[in-house]
């Protein structure tokens, strides 16, 4: 059974950084396309970034373009998502998920494996 687990969240100051980790556990990482995801309270999950299968990397929000960089290591089996100057219009669970096409997606629904997400809060 192919699981994935993320870490790294946590509360933090406004200007602040962190650096969210999935591990993929049952499956060989290489398999998969990753996304990153958030859902703020009230809101809908959004992508936030993608690693797929090909090595590319895609960015979804503009809010994110410059503060957020995703890396994959295939040799951990683990997917980060480093996040810079955080502010509190990050707060949220950031979730990974995985789907088995080479390329990205931001649509929740063609991700078909999720993690149980991390929560990152953002405040003074």
């Known amino acids: 059974q192919v699981q994935l687990v993320e870490s790294g969240g946590g509360l933090v100051q406004p200007g602040g950084s962190l650096r969210l980790s999935c591990v993929v556990s049952?499956?060989?990482?290489?398999?998969?396309?990753i996304g990153w995801f958030r859902q703020a309270p009230g809101k809908e999950r959004e992508g936030v970034s993608c690693s797929s299968r090909l090595g590319t990397t895609t960015y979804y929000p503009d809010s994110v373009k410059g503060r957020f960089t995703i890396s994959r290591d295939n040799a951990k089996n683990t997917v980060y998502l480093q996040i810079l100057s955080l502010n509190t219009e990050d707060t949220a669970v950031y979730y990974c998920a995985r789907r088995d096409s080479w390329g990205c997606s931001s649509r929740t629904s063609e991700y078909n494996g999720w993690g149980q997400g991390t929560q990152v809060t953002v405040s003074s």
């Open positions: 049952g499956a060989t990482l290489g398999r998969y396309t």
